[in-house]
C-alpha cells in the first residue's frame, strides 16, 4: 500500500508537560501492531482484538499512524483521564480512504488504566460521529446522538489527512462543539456525567477503514497562540489549500519564496483559515501568520 507522508508542524513524541498540554502522540514511538500502552487502550480494557493497531501504511507526520479496519472488533479507547472540570481541547488528523467508512464516539467516565468503568467500557456521552455512514454518504460527517438526532454535518476529504478537533466546555454546559477540517459545528450539549472520559475508534462494519495521527489534548485555558497545543499546519508538501489550525483569528498570511520576494498575501481574519497556494509553482516557500502583535513562520514544500 502507497505510504504518504506529510508534516503537521509543532507535533513531537508522546509527552507530558506541566502546563496546558496533556497528551501530545505522533504514534511514532510505539512498535508496529497491536497498541495497548500510555493513553491507549480497548473496550475490554486488556490486550486483545480489539486493540488499535500500529501501521505504517499511511502517516501525516513520520511514519506510522493507528489503523481502525473492517474487521468489526477493534475498539480502542484514548482514555483522556476523566476530566470533570474546565475547558480542553482534543484533536487528531484522519485520513479515510476514497469510499471507506469511519467511526468514533466521545466516552464519559472509564476506569483508571482501561476501558471497563462501571461493568461497561464508559458512560456513553453523546456523540456519534460517522465519517461516511454505511458507505451510502461518501465524504460526508454525521455528529448523532444516541437517539437518532442529527446535531451537525459536515464534509471531509477524502484520501487526504483531514483534522478532527473537539472543544469540551465542562464548566460552561457542559458542550462540545466539533470542528471537522477546519469548520465548526454548532455546541452539543453532552452527557449524562458531565466527564470527559475518553474517544472510542471503532470498527462499525465491514466497510470501516480510517487512520488516525498526531493526536493532541490540551488544557484549553490560557494557551499561547502559537504554542503546539493551539497551532498546526497542514498538509506539507501542501499541493493546492494549505490549512492552518488556531484557536484565535489569523491577522494575516504572507508566503515568500526562497529568496525573499512576497508571492502571496491575505488577511484571513478567521480562527483556522484555508490557504489557497494552486497558484504557486513547486518549490519550497516561507509561510508566515500573524495573530495580534506575534508572528510565526513555518517552511512548506509545494
Not at 206 to 228: H, K, R, T
Not at 285 to 300: A, E
Amino acid at each position: 500500500m502507497k505510504k504518504i507522508y506529510l508534516l503537521a508542524f509543532a507535533l513531537g513524541a508522546f509527552a507530558f508537560s506541566a502546563n496546558a498540554q496533556l497528551i501530545d502522540d505522533d504514534i511514532e514511538s510505539y512498535s508496529l501492531g497491536q497498541l495497548f500502552e500510555d493513553h491507549w487502550s480497548s473496550w475490554a480494557g486488556s490486550p486483545g482484538p480489539d486493540n488499535a493497531v500500529v501501521t505504517d501504511a499511511y502517516s501525516n507526520s513520520g511514519a506510522q499512524s493507528v489503523f481502525i479496519s473492517g474487521d468489526g472488533v477493534q475498539d480502542a479507547l484514548l482514555l483522556l483521564g476523566n476530566q470533570s472540570s474546565g475547558e480542553y481541547e482534543f484533536s487528531y488528523l484522519m485520513y479515510i480512504p476514497s469510499g471507506k467508512t469511519g467511526y468514533i464516539n466521545f466516552q464519559g467516565e472509564t476506569a483508571p488504566g482501561g476501558g471497563a468503568g462501571n461493568g461497561g467500557a464508559g458512560v456513553f456521552n453523546s456523540g456519534n460521529i460517522t465519517f461516511n455512514l454505511d458507505g451510502l454518504s461518501p465524504g460526508i460527517v454525521e455528529d448523532i446522538d444516541a437517539d437518532g438526532t442529527v446535531y451537525n454535518t459536515y464534509s471531509y476529504p477524502q484520501d487526504f489527512w483531514f483534522e478532527v478537533k473537539f472543544n469540551f466546555d465542562i464548566d460552561g454546559g457542559p458542550v462540545y462543539t466539533l470542528s471537522i477540517d477546519g469548520v465548526a459545528g454548532a455546541p452539543v450539549p453532552f452527557g449524562t456525567d458531565g466527564i470527559v472520559g475518553g474517544i472510542d475508534f471503532f470498527s462499525i462494519d465491514a466497510n470501516n477503514e480510517y487512520y488516525v495521527d498526531d493526536v493532541l489534548f490540551v488544557d484549553a485555558l490560557g494557551v499561547d497562540a502559537f504554542s503546539a497545543d493551539s497551532f498546526r499546519v497542514y498538509p506539507n508538501p501542501v499541493k493546492d489549500i494549505l490549512n492552518i489550525s488556531t484557536k484565535t483569528a489569523v491577522d494575516n498570511v504572507t508566503v515568500y519564496d526562497v529568496l525573499g520576494k512576497i508571492v502571496l498575501t491575505t488577511q484571513p481574519d478567521v480562527v483556522s483559515p484555508k490557504i489557497d497556494m494552486s497558484g504557486l509553482a513547486s518549490g519550497a516557500y516561507l509561510v508566515q501568520v500573524t495573530i495580534g502583535n506575534s508572528s510565526k513562520t513555518v517552511k512548506i514544500l509545494k
